[in-house]
């Protein structure tokens, strides 16, 4: 490239700058979005600790994170005096993760997860909690754990009420002045 730019420079540093950064250690990173009616109330995005040896264990760590925060939530509304009409209700994309929350079986392989599986298995099996499969594209956590296209950013974060879906709609079409 002959001639670059000041603005090319920049886009050079930035690069550099994120490949310095980005160390792979292969960990999972958990998401979760907590909505009380229409009103999204919490959310979190946190590297795992470990690193999982499948979707599922990297899912069912993640639901086990959820389901502190929103136990933690359900116990500060009862303080209020707030009762929820109805447990609350855990989506993941993941089938193993949901069918390991309920299977009564607990399998040798998943020994290490075991504090996890109890914690949330017994939520479920007192219907104290649903969890439920969503399909990947109904995923909004999806924003809060993985590196998405312009175009999925964009859509999830209008559905989250992060940005506005009118801007979305204008894409980079320059109003006149």
Not at 125 to 142: C, E, G, I
């Amino acid at each position: 490239m002959h001639a670059p730019t000041f603005t090319h420079w920049q886009h050079v540093k930035r690069l550099l700058r994120f490949i310095a950064g980005d160390v792979d250690d292969r960990t999972s990173t958990s998401g979760f979005l907590i909505y009380l009616g229409d009103t999204l109330i919490s959310w979190k995005s946190k590297k795992q600790r470990t690193v999982a040896r499948s979707s599922t264990e990297a899912e069912y760590r993640a639901l086990a994170l959820a389901t502190s925060e929103t136990i933690w939530i359900q116990n500060l509304l009862a303080e209020l005096h707030y009762s929820l009409p109805a447990a609350p209700t855990l989506y993941c994309d993941n089938l193993g993760a949901v069918n390991f929350s309920s299977n009564p079986v607990f399998h040798s392989r998943m020994k290490h997860l075991a504090l996890d599986y109890h914690f949330v298995r017994q939520l479920v099996n007192s219907r104290q909690l649903l969890v439920r499969y969503l399909p990947t594209a109904s995923q909004l956590a999806d924003l809060l754990t993985k590196a998405l296209p312009v175009t999925r950013f964009r859509l999830l974060s209008c559905k989250i009420g992060l940005a506005d879906a009118a801007s979305i709609l204008r894409g980079r079409i320059r109003e006149k002045s």
